[in-house]
């Protein structure tokens, strides 16, 4: 289903000018017979790949940034982290990656997600961008410390990061078995209110709260850290949500990009 929006349906993420971040939403043609209806660009949820193509050239009309200079992996729940350093985008690097992180100006670094939380990375002293798709694996094994380590190699410092979540699944909706909330309890001891009890017969994840604290440890200052502020599930015509609308629906893509410094004086 081809979009015809003259613009791109998205959330601006509040983070320092000297970076561009968004998360998109599914847009005024989305319906609810058509679970990849609206804005979609990711290409392995079973979507029409003349769908996606559609999206992704709506992408690079918006945001001014070719095709070829914009980063979208094939995400799998690793804790993989690519630095995108050379253009063209190498698209066979970006197998299997769920992080990136860059220094270069005009690169869009993208995640897809559909209740995961996106996360965005800036140090807007050292100009060093990261993005991460951070599912309940990614938040629990090793994929924010690569994130961070990555970026401290290209010259950033945690204590100058700010960080912005897109939207994703609130606590209220995401329900987990035992051995997912014990997962969580075990990587995060000391921390209440990631686990939650008492909402439904099983327990409940906070996951922005969980990648507040992850990131908390890290080096990144707690007030420096903005969370979610939409819920996925809650809001399915807005956006994409797996446990709304099936795993075999579009995702939400999260977009940011360091625009040339002379723009940012300007």
Same mark, same amino acid.
């Given at each position: 289903?081809?979009?015809?929006?003259?613009?791109?349906?998205? /959330?601006?993420?509040?983070?320092?000018?000297?970076?561009?971040?968004?998360?998109?939403?599914?847009? @005024?043609?989305?319906?609810?017979?058509?679970?990849?209806?609206?804005?979609?660009?990711?290409?392995?949820?079973?979507?029409?790949?003349?769908?996606?193509?559609?999206?992704?050239?709506?992408?690079?009309?918006?945001?001014?940034?070719?095709?070829?200079?914009?980063?979208?992996?094939?995400?799998?729940?690793?804790?993989?982290? $690519?630095?995108?350093?050379?253009?063209?985008?190498?698209?066979? @690097?970006?197998?299997?990656?769920?992080?990136?992180?860059?220094?270069?100006?005009?690169?869009?670094?993208?995640?897809?997600?559909?209740?995961?939380?996106?996360? /965005?990375? /800036?140090?807007?002293?050292?100009?060093?961008?990261?993005? $991460?798709?951070?599912?309940?694996?990614?938040?629990?094994?090793?994929?924010?410390?690569?994130?961070?380590?990555?970026?401290?190699?290209?010259? $950033?410092?945690?204590?100058?990061?700010?960080?912005?979540?897109?939207? %994703?699944?609130?606590?209220?909706?995401?329900?987990?078995?035992?051995?997912? $909330?014990?997962?969580?309890?075990?990587?995060?001891?000391?921390?209440?209110?990631?686990?939650?009890?008492?909402?439904?017969?099983?327990?409940?994840?906070?996951?922005?709260? %969980?990648?507040?604290?992850?990131? /908390?440890?890290?080096?990144?200052?707690?007030?420096?850290?903005?969370?979610?502020?939409?819920?996925?599930?809650?809001?399915?015509?807005?956006?994409?949500? %797996?446990?709304?609308?099936?795993?075999?629906?579009?995702?939400?893509?999260?977009? @940011?990009?360091?625009?040339?410094? @002379?723009?940012?004086?300007?």
């Amino acid at each position: 289903m081809p979009m015809t929006d003259s613009l791109l349906p998205a /959330v601006g993420l509040e983070l320092p000018a000297c970076v561009r971040a968004f998360s998109t939403e599914r847009g @005024a043609e989305a319906s609810s017979d058509d679970p990849y209806s609206g804005f979609n660009a990711c290409h392995y949820v079973g979507d029409d790949p003349e769908h996606v193509a559609v999206s992704r050239s709506l992408l690079s009309a918006v945001t001014g940034i070719p095709s070829e200079q914009i980063a979208l992996p094939r995400q799998t729940h690793s804790d993989r982290v $690519a630095v995108v350093d050379a253009l063209p985008v190498d698209s066979g @690097a970006l197998e299997g990656v769920d992080g990136l992180v860059t220094v270069l100006p005009e690169v869009a670094l993208c995640v897809n997600t559909a209740d995961c939380v996106p996360v /965005v990375l /800036v140090d807007a002293v050292a100009h060093v961008l990261g993005v $991460a798709h951070c599912g309940w694996r990614g938040i629990v094994n090793s994929l924010l410390p690569n994130m961070i380590e990555e970026m401290v190699r290209l010259g $950033a410092n945690p204590s100058e990061m700010d960080v912005a979540m897109g939207p %994703a699944i609130g606590t209220e909706c995401f329900e987990v078995g035992e051995e997912v $909330a014990f997962q969580f309890r075990d990587a995060f001891p000391d921390c209440e209110g990631i686990v939650v009890d008492g909402l439904s017969e099983r327990p409940h994840v906070d996951l922005g709260a %969980a990648v507040r604290e992850r990131l /908390v440890v890290l080096g990144v200052g707690r007030g420096r850290v903005k969370e979610p502020r939409f819920c996925t599930r809650c809001q399915p015509e807005r956006f994409f949500s %797996a446990r709304a609308l099936g795993i075999g629906s579009g995702r939400v893509l999260t977009c @940011a990009f360091l625009p040339l410094r @002379a723009e940012v004086r300007g």
